[in-house]
């Protein structure tokens, strides 16, 4: 080591590249160390030159240029001398230039949480005299001060951890400069207000503390520190002046953490090092305003939220222009200018486009459209040159003129139009051209670097335009991770099940294809020489799939021509030439909203620019705007149409949709239950899609009842339907979607999985679960979370019709469960060949056909039992429970409540007015002056009755269907009386737990005993007509048994006696077996129950003696439910509010805790509640909490709470009952056994059985 004179401390540096400038003079060199003296050293190797030689000079000491501090990358300048040289001489030494070694900003500013990593930052990277030694004790280095200290009250002082000033680190430092520390999340602007109040100056002197100093507001620099755990925030703050010094001083921040993207830190870093450097002359104060204000030109909130505030202030925008168009549609002529384009739009392209249609896709494209044009270019004005933009689309290159033409601005638009600012494009002009648009994309992607941040952008903005739409649409953005699997897996089946090369980038003709399988015809009207790979996304979205598409040919080929030798150059003329020749003409994509088709080609130009194409051709992305699931409409009737754009696309659409052939079909088709792609048109004609979708329901004769095929018309069904038939018009390809995963195992789909089998010869089902509607939980009790912000369950379908290999014929299923990272890494790093080995092949099962593998035994065993339609089948098919598409209105807490609601319907003059009081259902289904006046005319107070609404919970209703619109009379007329008996349970159940049984007496409502689909009514007994009717016939005189004569032989090879009511309850007690829940949850699941036939008389009887115990506690009959197991705390009528459990009690009056804190008592409850009491669900409710939270808000009366307790004491029995009936099973037998040939027993036995058993009638 070398010593320097003045401090006899061992200097040595980084390794740095120097170059040799000259000899200084010995004076020279002796005023260097006086005035390097207050400088530390820092510690590092020997340097080399330049020329990576090693130096004969050994480096001594460091110094910044015009500073006297000492800084690793900012070195300036450096003193070297002769290997021979004194140390103690100051003749002789070299001064040296030095080059810095660039320093890792983004790692860096990432690293820094805390004040310390902050001052050494300051000091080391920005050239901040912060001496070492001082710092080694940083509190030296500040003033403290306390919020009270600086008049701060307290309310806004418990926000404020620390307040620190920074002590002066030069004479004429004319900045004030503090470091705070916050305890919120956010930086709390209010408390910085505070701050500045009391240590800026007062315009009057007597105003400013005497103890206190004080700066102008401009001269403050505020370092504040905030947020949690790796959110932990570091955000430099500054109040600028208001420019008519009036106003309250702007606050503009300068900021970053850790998450932050390499884009927003890179930024930052860039803004820190040009303007808040420590200046090289500080005593050039003015200059040093200026420089460190520089930095500051973001108001607060801009750059972390400018994306999000942006997005809101865009979408108020675009609505107002809706509004304003619609306005304009309603009053102009039919030769108005936007009449006249709704019209050419109606006849070209969205044949069911109406004027609220036409005003929203006019104002998603004036917004979307210049949105993307300002970030295209951010440097031009937003509707100069909106054209150059659209180099893939001269469609929509010319519509967004014409938009802009018929939007017109008033003197440049040549025409009668209206002009920007009737219609308010001027604002969105405005808003988008004064936007920082640089810091606006920076925001983009800040908290997502591994998506498309204008994706998420415009999903803001849809969420904030129109969020019904956007659930109506089901417009959902597809994660990168998902496309990349996808795209992947069908470029990998191309190559193995077909042979191609190249996958997705191969171009092997129909023709070469025809040839190499003799079993692949060409499709009519296909060219020979046509290339075999034509890929569709039928619901192209912004185009996120088509550019994986492309990002994976274009990797693939550059990889294929490097590996073949070629040139940089070489390449880059091979995928110029490619794209024209063969990638364009292959993609394809439809799309119906016009925003995501504007974005998609703005994308898809972006890309194809990235990859080095430089559109040396004319050739357009084929990417048109256009309804998927419309066939091709007859233009030759047209001659013109009013606007040129319509006319060339509604003929490239129609020719594409006429005699396209797809083989390859991608996508994420849109969720919607509600479908918004009708299978009926408004005059009752079946859509094309409509009679495509009948395909699904052969087979099926239950589906063609009416509302029993509702899940057949969801988009997803109809999309996936679609798909089916282009590849089948091909008769050969590749599908790969991702959609809701229903489809799996619910026998609704069965019809739908049969064709699908039919079709491809080789299908994957990857499951990717994530349902919080079936409460889906992961086998391994780690998280559970979908790969979509969506509460339905997802999987990715991959179908191909050939296979090379017979053992990859047929479906194949594997499940991903887990967090929603950990499904993302998966996809992203797995293929179907990688995973091969955990794909289970699923074997033929009719009539189901289900996707899913099941238990071969235990499923032979299940089906030896009985399906429960089939037991009481006299009554016909079973009907689901009562729908009233309107429970606001149509279901009351009590027979007073329906009443009102009636009375309240009568009373009222409109329609608009009723629903203000009801959420009513739409007039499709119910006709509200029909409704008025049909129970006008009726005696509707005799139809009042009660009705089993949820597990235990009785509501009222009038049973006519003005009131509850689908009363499923041909089973809930049997039930009005009161007096019948019948089974509740589910054709299917997507909840984890198969619990979807219970009895009732009354009507039920169809969600009574399963929450995640339907529950249906199987009736014991079937009243006679006139009974149903108002008649006065006796129920027991009239009634018949709904018991089918199969099982009733079956059952009389037992015993005699009265059969009716022991079967039922032998039922009941089987279904509240908990061994067969889990046994058989697989079959459970997917239909109806299947019930054994008793292996012999004795357990016969004895289950169905606890059935019939379960049957009276679940009808609240039984006679033990009057031994009260709990206590009720609190008021005469207490009023329903959070309701939680804990230490026994059901609190009604539960303190909010949060995510993942032990819950909290309250002071009103019951007490005596045992928590597997709290957790039992019936028909996937936990029935104690839903019953409560149902009435929050409300009084309970004194029958309220008794029968709560009633309730508390019907689940304690049942969870006793359970294990007892699972004992019964064990001792006869155990499951199967219990439950083989029926054995006749001792007649004499048998019948002292009978009598002694329990044989209530209802």
Not at 1069 to 1093: G, H, N, Q, W
Request: charge should be neutral; include cysteine; proline fraction near 6%.
């Amino acid at each position: 080591m070398v010593y320097p004179p003045s401090t006899r401390r061992p200097v040595s540096l980084p390794q740095k590249r120097v170059r040799h400038v000259g000899i200084c003079t010995t004076s020279a060199a002796t005023q260097s160390w006086k005035s390097l003296a207050i400088s530390s050293p820092v510690f590092a190797p020997v340097w080399k030159c330049r020329d990576g030689a090693p130096s004969t000079k050994r480096l001594c000491w460091i110094s910044v240029a015009g500073s006297r501090s000492t800084s690793k990358t900012r070195i300036l300048s450096a003193w070297t001398r002769p290997s021979g040289s004194s140390l103690r001489s100051s003749a002789g030494w070299n001064l040296t230039r030095v080059e810095p070694m660039p320093t890792d900003h983004r790692a860096a500013l990432a690293m820094i949480k805390s004040f310390p990593q902050l001052i050494a930052y300051l000091r080391d990277e920005m050239g901040w005299p912060i001496a070492r030694d001082s710092f080694e004790e940083v509190d030296d280095l500040f003033y403290d001060f306390t919020a009270e200290e600086l008049g701060i009250d307290p309310k806004t002082a418990a926000k404020i951890e620390s307040i620190k000033r920074l002590r002066p680190l030069s004479p004429k430092q004319p900045w004030g400069i503090f470091f705070v520390k916050f305890e919120p999340k956010n930086l709390p602007v209010v408390a910085l207000r505070r701050i500045l109040g009391q240590v800026a100056l007062k315009k009057r002197p007597s105003a400013n503390s005497a103890e206190r100093a004080a700066w102008a507001a401009d001269d403050l620099l505020f370092i504040s520190n905030y947020g949690e755990g790796d959110k932990r925030q570091i955000t430099f703050a500054h109040f600028s002046k208001a420019a008519d010094g009036h106003d309250l001083p702007t606050l503009k921040v300068l900021g970053w953490d850790n998450l932050d993207t390499a884009l927003h830190l890179d930024a930052v870093a860039k803004e820190l090092t040009q303007h808040l450097s420590w200046p090289h002359d500080d005593t050039n104060v003015q200059a040093w305003r200026q420089s460190w204000r520089a930095a500051f030109n973001l108001r607060h909130h801009e750059v972390v939220a400018t994306s999000r505030d942006l997005s809101i202030r865009l979408a108020e925008l675009a609505r107002a222009i809706r509004d304003r168009i619609k306005a304009a549609l309603a009053i102009e002529t039919e030769a108005g200018p936007l009449t006249t384009f709704m019209k050419a739009f109606q006849e070209a392209l969205v044949h069911d486009l109406d004027s609220d249609g036409f005003a929203d896709m006019y104002a998603q494209t004036i917004a979307y459209g210049l949105l993307s044009a300002r970030i295209a270019d951010p440097d031009k004005k937003t509707a100069d040159d909106f054209a150059a933009h659209m180099r893939t689309n001269p469609f929509l290159r010319e519509l967004m003129e014409t938009f802009l033409k018929v939007g017109g601005r008033r003197g440049k638009a040549g025409g009668p139009g209206i002009d920007f600012d009737e219609l308010g494009v001027s604002e969105v002009v405005e808003l988008l051209d004064d936007a920082n648009m640089e810091a606006v994309v920076r925001d983009f992607g800040d908290r997502n670097p591994q998506e498309d941040p204008v994706i998420h952008f415009y999903e803001l903005f849809l969420k904030e335009y129109d969020a019904k739409k956007r659930m109506q649409r089901g417009v959902f953005y597809t994660p990168r991770p998902v496309v990349s699997y996808i795209v992947r897996s069908v470029d990998m089946l191309l190559r193995t099940e077909f042979g191609l090369v190249d996958g997705l980038a191969d171009t092997a003709t129909w023709g070469e294809m025809a040839k190499r399988h003799k079993d692949l015809k060409i499709p009519q009207g296909v060219s020979p020489n046509q290339d075999f790979v034509q890929i569709l996304d039928p619901a192209t979205g912004t185009g996120t799939f088509l550019v994986e598409v492309i990002d994976l040919i274009h990797r693939s080929l550059v990889a294929k021509w490097t590996d073949q030798g070629c040139t940089q150059k070489e390449i880059e003329a091979f995928w110029n030439e490619y794209v024209a020749k063969h990638l364009l003409p292959r993609l394809h994509g439809y799309e119906l909203l016009m925003a995501p088709y504007a974005i998609a080609h703005l994308k898809i130009g972006l890309k194809l620019y990235e990859t080095g194409y430089r559109f040396g051709s004319d050739e357009r992305a084929r990417i048109y705007l256009t309804n998927a699931l419309e066939p091709a409409h007859d233009l030759s009737s047209r001659f013109e149409f009013a606007i040129p754009a319509l006319a060339h696309e509604a003929k490239a659409v129609n020719e594409i949709k006429r005699n396209g052939q797809f083989t390859v079909v991608i996508g994420n088709p849109p969720y919607a239950g509600h479908s918004a792609n009708v299978s009926k048109d408004a005059a009752g004609r079946i859509t094309f899609i409509g009679q495509l979708i009948e395909d699904y329901k052969s087979g099926c004769p239950e589906l063609f009842k009416p509302a029993q095929a509702k899940w057949l018309h969801d988009d997803y069904v109809k999309f996936i339907r679609f798909d089916q038939w282009l590849i089948g018009k091909a008769k050969s390809g590749v599908l790969g979607l991702i959609t809701n995963h229903s489809y799996i195992d619910n026998p609704t789909f069965r019809g739908m999985r049969r064709d699908l089998k039919s079709l491809f010869g080789q299908l994957r089902v990857l499951d990717l679960h994530g349902s919080s509607k079936k409460k889906e939980r992961a086998p391994s009790g780690e998280t559970e979370e979908n790969v979509f912000d969506i509460q339905q369950g997802v999987a990715i379908l991959l179908a191909t019709t050939r296979t090379e290999d017979p053992a990859r014929s047929g479906v194949f299923h594997l499940d991903v469960w887990g967090a929603r990272d950990t499904k993302y890494k998966w996809l992203l790093s797995s293929s179907i060949a990688a995973t091969d080995v955990y794909w289970s092949s699923v074997p033929s099962q009719e009539p189901q056909h289900l996707f899913e593998p099941q238990d071969q035994d235990i499923k032979e065993e299940y089906e030896q039992g009985w399906r429960v339609p089939e037991i009481f089948s006299v009554n016909g098919d079973p009907a689901p429970g009562m729908v009233t598409t309107q429970d606001e209105f149509a279901i009351a807490f009590s027979k007073r409540e329906i009443i009102e609601h009636v009375e309240t319907l009568i009373d009222t003059r409109t329609e608009a007015d009723a629903r203000k009081h009801f959420r009513l259902c739409s007039q499709a289904q119910w006709n509200y002056k029909n409704a008025k006046r049909e129970l006008r005319a009726s005696n509707w107070r005799d139809q009042v009755t009660p009705v089993l609404y949820r597990p235990f919970d009785v509501r009222w209703t009038v049973f006519s269907r003005y009131v509850a619109v689908h009363r499923r009379e041909r089973v809930m007329r049997h039930m009005l009386s009161g007096e019948n008996i019948g089974l509740v349970t589910a054709r299917s159940n997507r909840s984890p737990d198969m619990d979807h049984f219970l009895c009732s007496r009354l009507p039920t409502e169809t969600k009574c005993g399963e929450s995640t689909i339907q529950s249906y009514l199987l009736p014991l007994y079937l009243m006679p007509e006139d009974t149903v009717n108002g008649g006065t016939l006796d129920f027991a005189e009239g009634k018949r048994v709904n018991l089918s004569g199969g099982w009733v032989s079956e059952i009389s090879k037992l015993i005699e006696g009265p059969l009716p009511e022991l079967s039922f309850n032998f039922i009941y007690a089987i279904l509240y077996s908990p061994t067969y829940r889990t046994r058989y949850a697989e079959f459970l699941k997917s239909d109806f129950p299947r019930v054994p036939l008793p292996g012999k008389v004795d357990i016969f009887l004895e289950l169905s003696r606890l059935g019939q115990e379960l049957v009276e506690l679940h009808l609240l009959e039984s006679s033990s439910l009057e031994n009260l197991i709990t206590t009720f705390t609190g008021p005469k009528n207490p009023e329903v509010g959070r309701v939680g459990w804990s230490n026994d009690t059901v609190w009604l009056d539960a303190p909010a805790t949060r995510k993942g804190q032990p819950p909290m008592p309250g002071t009103i409850g019951f007490q005596g509640v045992p928590e597997a009491v709290w957790n039992f669900h019936v028909g996937g409710y936990q029935v104690c909490e839903k019953w409560l939270k149902d009435r929050k808000g409300r009084t309970l009366s004194k029958a309220d709470i008794a029968h709560y307790q009633r309730i508390v004491v019907a689940l304690t029995e049942t969870i006793r009952l359970m294990k007892d009936i699972d004992e019964v099973i064990e001792t006869h037998g155990g499951w199967p056994g219990a439950f083989q040939a029926a054995i006749m027993t001792n007649p004499q036995h048998a019948a002292m059985m009978i009598e002694n058993a329990p044989s209530k009638e209802p």
